[in-house]
Structures are given as C-alpha cells and as structure tokens.
C-alpha cells in the first residue's frame, strides 16, 4: 500500500552562471560613434552600417576599404570625420566603439565614454569593454550571436560555419514573413493558445520548404487551419513522450518538439533532471512521481489531470523515463484520453534496456547466446512479485530477462527462476541510473545479484538483466573489481554458449 500523493508544480532550474548576457541592440537610425580608421575599424563600420546605424567615424586617418565603405554603405550612413574624437562627441550616441593600439588611448576613450553614459567596446581589448561582438549568423531578421567571453574565438568561428551550413538562407524570408505578420496575427481575434498554434504550424512549414519565400496565400492558409481547430471542442492535446533511460543524448528529435511545444509537462520522478533543460522555458512543470514503496500520486488522479487540462486547451506532455510503452502504464492514459475525446501522440524513447546494453557494449541477443529477449516486472499491482510470471521463459538458457522495477522482489524472483531450473551461475547484471553520470554496474550471477545489489545500497532507477548474453560484460566487469584480501571471490561459473538452431 503506498502512501498518497499530490501533483506539485516543479520548480524549474536556476539559470547557469553566463560568462556575457547576449542582448541586440536596435540601432536603425541612431548614431554610434567610431574612433579609428584602420582595417577593423573598418570592420565594425560594416556590421554598424548594416544594422541601421548612423556610425560617426572619428579618425585622423582613414584605411581606403572604410572611405569605399562610407561610399556605398551596406545600411545607415557612414560619417568620416578627419580629426580625432573628442568628449563632446559622446553626446547622443547609442554606443562607443574604438580600435586603438596604445592602452593609454584605450584606457581615455572608455573612461570617456563611461563618463558620458554610453557602453563602449574597445576592439581587441577585454579590459575596457562593456560589451562584446560576437561571431554573427545572418539571417536577418533571424540573427544568431556567438560568444567564448574572448576564451577562443576560432571556435566561436568554427560554430559559426556550423551554423552557418545548417540554417537555410530562406530562413531570412520566413523570419521577415513573421515580421510582417504578428501585427495581423494579434490582431485576428485568435485566443492565445490559437496565436501559438499559428506559429506552431508557421514554424513546422518554414522547416519543411525553408527555401520558397512565403506568400498571402500560406497566411490565409495558417490563419484558417487554425480558426477550424480552435472551432472543435478539445483543442488541446496529449503527447507520451519517452524521455530515454536518463543521458539527455539519448532524446529523440521528436520528443524535444514535444517539449518545446508543451504548456504543461507532467513529470514522473525517473526523469533525468538534465531532460528539462531541453523544454520550453514558459511550459508549467509538475511533478507526478509514482516510486515503488514510496509516496505517490494515483493513476486515476494522473488520468483526471491530463484530461482536464486537455479539455481547458493546454497542450500536455506526460513524459515518462525510458519508453511510455515498456511499464510506463501508458494503456491506461491513452484509453482515458481516448474516452474523453482528447487527441493522444505517444513519441517511444529510448528504453531502459536499450540504454543499459550501449553502456556495457553487449548485444542483448547474440546470436550465438540469446534465442529471444522478454522484459518482465518483478513489481504488480499490489506492489509484490507477479503471481502470473511464466517460470519456464525465465528458465530458458537462450533468452535474456530484463527485470523492469526490481528492488524490493528480486530476491524472490532469482530463487523462483533457479527452482525451475534457471541454473544459478547465470550471469546477472544489475544497472542503477543506467547512462547517467552516477550510472552505477553491479556483474553477478543470479544466486547472489539480489545480495549485492542489496549491499550497494543504491537510489536511482533499477534494472537487471539476466541471460548468458551477458556473460562477456560480467567478465569485464569483474576483472576490474578489486575483491577484499580476506575473501577472495570464488571465480565465476559461465555456461558454455551453444549454438541455436538458427541465426537470430
């Protein structure tokens, strides 16, 4: 019997430490002072000019690509003054930007510029910036800003090509598109969660023809499949999204879509932590853990939640450690969406097993040890072993077990497997927060695996695997394991593969 719980809103993570706070400034018409004249200078005048600015170049001598630039500049005008700066040149301008060789000079300018109340930058000098310009992806009016602090700006580059050669140019035609729309969009009588959904079906066709410059007719378009779903009862949604065994590389495309679209996410407890990080920022976080011998919230309760926040129109993801479908109770949330005419996705992680076997770099039915692989729970309904286990699969020497939820009756499950035959110099391995950092193993065989993994004493999800599949990994694994000097452990006893009747 567990004791009951209630849903609780997660408390989303503090924001990391940041070495620069990235901001854009709007300088469309706005003048920024420039002291010097020499190839970055130049530079700088560009980016400036391209933003809108009207740059006021200070500079007793000038290089000849910054006068062929103030001839024909890309943006905003590009002002050559043949004199050196002075103080009272600070006066209404948006920013202060100066390339200097000497120190002295730099220290003058940025002192200056400080006094008057406008941000500086120095090129090339840390010391006396109060901001930076970082590597810049074009796409305007999508923009992308890279910045190391200064740490290394090669790889600030080198991300910059990355990027660069991933983000379609058409990007620039849909970004302006969204520019010209959002006015019309607010204005078009749309509740909120229907806005979102324009943008929401705006995005996904940007991704699909980033290329073509879009038109009236894909507003029109949007804007009416949009109004037809906003007049259907339900508008909003439930999406089971497996969050994989824990290491957020391990996520699916699919499910980041999901959690970046969400308005709710409701959390089981062996989640990873780090898989939020991956969600939109705005979504509500609520946590609605179900652990084993442990406070926990009814399923029902679950089921009632999900639908009713449906029913109000949010878009809720249920998302789940491993696979929703593998002992997640998904059967039961999905016929509940179902009865209540809400609209259900399921997105399959990666699971638990999947997970465990990459780390230890075993094949879970190799086809010279493993005829089939089952997954079974060691936990029912009543929180005990399942009465209805068949013993005979679990005796076969061909297959491989995974016990999904062990904890409290693996003791139980290895004697019974082992009384009907599963011999018990079975190779066993014990995982616990399988591909997380703190990913611990535990190489047995199945008499003792419930004795060790007890001894460990370990929290985080568990999973055994049992099968002669696993007799290399249990080898491995024991070769680096120091045993105590008082007791040596016996060697392991691994049975001899023998080979099936077919490839599997």
């Known amino acids: 019997m567990t004791t009951p719980r209630i849903p609780v809103e997660a408390k989303p993570p503090r924001m990391e430490p940041l070495a620069r706070l990235p901001v854009f400034f709007a300088l469309a018409?706005?003048?920024?002072?420039?002291?010097?004249?020499?190839?970055?200078?130049?530079?700088?005048?560009?980016?400036?000019?391209?933003?809108?600015?009207?740059?006021?170049?200070?500079?007793?001598?000038?290089?000849?690509?910054?006068?062929?630039?103030?001839?024909?500049?890309?943006?905003?005008?590009?002002?050559?003054?043949?004199?050196?700066?002075?103080?009272?040149?600070?006066?209404?301008?948006?920013?202060?930007?100066?390339?200097?060789?000497?120190?002295?000079?730099?220290?003058?300018?940025?002192?200056?510029?400080?006094?008057?109340?406008?941000?500086?930058?120095?090129?090339?000098?840390?010391?006396?910036?109060?901001?930076?310009?970082?590597?810049?992806?074009?796409?305007?009016?999508?923009?992308?800003?890279?910045?190391?602090?200064?740490?290394?700006?090669?790889?600030?580059?080198?991300?910059?090509?990355?990027?660069?050669?991933?983000?379609?140019?058409?990007?620039?035609?849909?970004?302006?598109?969204?520019?010209?729309?959002?006015?019309?969009?607010?204005?078009?009588?749309?509740?909120?969660?229907?806005?979102?959904?324009?943008?929401?079906?705006?995005?996904?066709?940007?991704l699909r023809a980033p290329d073509r410059a879009p038109a009236q007719a894909d507003y029109d378009r949007i804007l009416a499949e949009t109004q037809d779903e906003g007049d259907q009862p339900g508008l909003g949604s439930v999406t089971l999204v497996g969050a994989g065994p824990g290491d957020p590389e391990l996520l699916t495309l699919r499910a980041v879509r999901a959690l970046q679209s969400a308005d709710i996410i409701l959390i089981d407890d062996l989640v990873a932590p780090a898989i939020l990080d991956f969600a939109r920022r705005e979504a509500k976080k609520m946590m609605v853990g179900k652990t084993g011998f442990a406070p926990s919230c009814r399923q029902d309760e679950i089921n009632a939640l999900m639908v009713s926040l449906a029913k109000a129109g949010r878009r809720v993801v249920r998302l789940k450690g491993g696979d929703p479908l593998i002992f997640g109770r998904a059967g039961e949330e999905i016929a509940a969406c179902r009865k209540a005419g809400i609209a259900v996705e399921i997105v399959p992680g990666i699971s638990a097993a999947q997970g465990a076997a990459s780390r230890l770099g075993v094949s879970l039915t190799h086809r010279k040890l493993a005829r089939r692989i089952q997954y079974v729970t060691a936990h029912g309904a009543d929180g005990r072993l399942p009465a209805d286990i068949d013993w005979r699969s679990i005796a076969d020497p061909a297959t491989t077990t995974v016990v999904y939820m062990p904890k409290r009756a693996l003791a139980q499950l290895a004697d019974a497997a082992q009384t009907h035959g599963l011999p018990g110099d079975t190779p066993a391995i014990a995982m616990v927060a399988a591909t997380r950092p703190d990913q611990t193993i535990i190489a047995a065989t199945v008499a003792d695996i419930a004795i060790k993994l007890d001894a460990a004493k370990l929290e985080g999800p568990v999973l055994v695997m049992i099968g002669r599949a696993l007799a290399q990994a249990v080898r491995d694994r024991q070769s680096t394991d120091v045993a105590p000097t008082s007791s040596p452990a016996p060697p392991l006893r691994l049975p001899a593969p023998s080979a099936p009747s077919r490839p599997q």
């Open 29 to 206: 018409g706005k003048r920024v002072l420039l002291a010097g004249g020499n190839a970055a200078a130049a530079w700088k005048a560009e980016l400036l000019s391209a933003a809108g600015a009207e740059v006021n170049v200070f500079a007793g001598e000038v290089s000849g690509e910054l006068r062929a630039l103030a001839a024909d500049p890309p943006g905003g005008a590009i002002v050559l003054h043949p004199r050196a700066w002075h103080h009272q040149d600070f006066a209404g301008a948006a920013l202060a930007i100066g390339a200097f060789e000497d120190d002295a000079e730099a220290d003058r300018f940025a002192t200056a510029a400080r006094t008057a109340g406008v941000p500086v930058n120095v090129i090339d000098k840390p010391a006396y910036c109060d901001f930076s310009f970082g590597s810049i992806v074009n796409r305007s009016p999508l923009v992308i800003g890279i910045s190391t602090d200064g740490a290394a700006p090669v790889f600030a580059q080198a991300i910059r090509a990355k990027l660069e050669a991933m983000l379609p140019r058409g990007f620039a035609h849909w970004a302006a598109a969204a520019r010209r729309w959002r006015d019309a969009v607010k204005s078009s009588g749309l509740p909120f969660a229907g806005r979102r959904r324009f943008w929401q079906i705006f995005t996904a066709m940007a």
